[in-house]
């Protein structure tokens, strides 16, 4: 039976027959009992100098910048580092669908097409920021002091993640064990998960990278007869950071500075940066409840999608008057001659 186990594992994708319960079948979220917790950042590091502009032959009316509380002389960079942050995140309840193939008598279980997606018109906000760290310095013409030493944020703009998405790669099985409660199966699945989000911000549109995520699932398979779902739960979390080995220049950028002490005048600079490293962090917190995707089968009175003999005893035990009865498919209050035809009609099903 092991050995069995294990070669139908590797073929599971392929279930077909040979079972009463095996197949693939779709599986619909339930969506008022779902929900995803996602988060995406981004970080981008760079480090580079600042230095007045000024030039004794082009500019010798320009700024001129000098390290510490009391400057010094000349005119002198100052060491700093500005990294770009974009952060989205929140919570919102999935929509979407999966293939479902089970064999509850080798105790084996595949998952096929997974995809949780954000509905239409939902949305999570997405923010861009920068953060400034620098050394205290003064500045010549216009005399000012800039108090650093620490982290200074400055928002760029906030915007909206209007789609969010995980989606898996392939197939993913495998294997059924029995909770102890009858008609209940536990399950973990390792599989990959392709997540992308989309949105914009300050009106512009911005699409995040796809990126893949390995994940674990854990579910529950539940089929009593009466009832049939599957609760499925990951939390994921997926980091890393690329250090550029040689940094990437980027071009000078001059800037208008305005002051700190005193306030009210700007100070001509230019800003010399290279990027030292780039990151992003993807973090994912889902509990999905799905069940069967079950289509209305002419002659189905059980409900199960299939028309054979069950739904046959099923006529013959409502028989006689019989008001709004599954098995009253003329709807006129009796289970007679009429529904028994109607079973055999679209018998196999």
Same mark, same amino acid.
């Given at each position: 039976?092991?050995?069995?186990?294990?070669?139908?594992?590797?073929?599971?994708?392929?279930?077909?027959?040979?079972?009463?319960?095996?197949?693939?079948?779709?599986?619909?979220?339930?969506?008022?009992?779902?929900?995803?917790?996602?988060?995406?950042?981004?970080?981008?590091?760079?480090?580079?100098?600042?230095?007045?502009?000024?030039?004794?032959?082009?500019?010798?009316?320009?700024?001129?910048?000098?390290?510490?509380?009391?400057?010094?002389?000349?005119?002198?960079?100052?060491?700093?580092?500005?990294?770009?942050?974009?952060?989205?995140?929140?919570? *919102?309840?999935?929509?979407?669908?999966?293939?479902?193939?089970?064999?509850?008598?080798?105790?084996?279980?595949?998952?096929?097409?997974?995809?949780?997606?954000?509905?239409? @018109?939902?949305?999570?906000?997405?923010? %861009?920021?920068?953060?400034?760290?620098?050394?205290?310095?003064?500045?010549?013409?216009?005399?000012?002091?800039?108090?650093?030493?620490?982290?200074?944020?400055?928002?760029?703009?906030?915007?909206?993640?209007?789609?969010?998405? *995980?989606?898996?790669?392939?197939?993913?099985?495998?294997?059924?064990?029995?909770?102890?409660?009858?008609?209940?199966?536990?399950?973990?699945?390792?599989?990959?998960?392709?997540?992308?989000?989309?949105?914009?911000?300050? $009106?512009?549109?911005?699409?995040?990278?796809?990126?893949?995520?390995?994940?674990?699932?854990?579910?529950?398979?539940?089929?009593? @007869?009466?009832?049939?779902?599957?609760?499925?739960? *990951?939390?994921?979390?997926?980091?890393?950071?690329?250090?550029?080995?040689?940094?990437?220049?980027?071009?000078?950028?001059?800037?208008?500075?305005?002051?700190?002490?005193?306030?009210?005048?700007?100070?001509?600079?230019?800003?010399?940066?290279?990027?030292?490293?780039?990151?992003?962090?993807?973090?994912? +917190?889902?509990?999905?409840?799905?069940?069967?995707?079950?289509?209305?089968?002419? $002659?189905?009175?059980?409900? +199960?999608?299939?028309?054979?003999?069950? +739904?046959?005893?099923?006529?013959?035990?409502?028989?006689?008057?019989?008001?709004?009865?599954?098995?009253?498919?003329? $709807? +006129?209050?009796?289970? $007679?001659?009429?529904?028994?035809? *109607?079973?055999?009609?679209?018998?196999? %099903?």
């Amino acid at each position: 039976m092991q050995f069995q186990r294990f070669i139908m594992l590797m073929l599971i994708s392929g279930l077909a027959g040979g079972s009463a319960n095996a197949g693939s079948q779709a599986w619909i979220i339930d969506e008022g009992s779902s929900t995803v917790t996602a988060q995406y950042e981004t970080t981008i590091e760079t480090s580079g100098t600042l230095i007045g502009d000024w030039d004794p032959d082009a500019n010798p009316e320009g700024t001129q910048t000098r390290p510490g509380l009391w400057g010094g002389s000349g005119n002198n960079p100052i060491g700093l580092s500005v990294d770009q942050l974009s952060t989205g995140g929140g919570t *919102f309840q999935p929509v979407g669908a999966f293939g479902l193939s089970i064999d509850t008598d080798l105790e084996l279980i595949a998952i096929d097409g997974l995809a949780l997606e954000m509905a239409e @018109g939902v949305s999570i906000p997405f923010d %861009n920021s920068i953060i400034m760290l620098y050394e205290t310095f003064r500045s010549i013409g216009p005399d000012s002091l800039f108090i650093g030493g620490f982290e200074v944020p400055v928002p760029l703009g906030s915007g909206e993640l209007t789609s969010w998405s *995980f989606t898996m790669e392939g197939v993913s099985s495998g294997l059924l064990v029995e909770s102890g409660e009858p008609g209940t199966w536990i399950f973990a699945i390792p599989t990959m998960l392709v997540v992308t989000a989309g949105g914009s911000v300050l $009106g512009v549109p911005v699409e995040l990278p796809p990126t893949t995520l390995p994940a674990l699932i854990s579910g529950t398979y539940v089929d009593t @007869g009466d009832e049939h779902l599957v609760l499925l739960d *990951f939390n994921e979390q997926l980091g890393d950071t690329q250090v550029l080995d040689p940094p990437l220049e980027l071009p000078d950028v001059p800037l208008e500075l305005p002051t700190i002490i005193p306030p009210g005048s700007t100070a001509g600079v230019i800003l010399s940066m290279v990027t030292d490293s780039a990151g992003f962090l993807i973090g994912v +917190d889902a509990q999905v409840t799905a069940r069967p995707d079950v289509q209305v089968v002419p $002659g189905d009175v059980t409900g +199960d999608g299939h028309v054979n003999v069950d +739904d046959l005893l099923a006529v013959i035990s409502s028989w006689g008057y019989c008001p709004e009865c599954p098995a009253d498919f003329d $709807g +006129d209050g009796f289970v $007679g001659v009429n529904e028994l035809l *109607f079973v055999l009609q679209y018998w196999g %099903n």
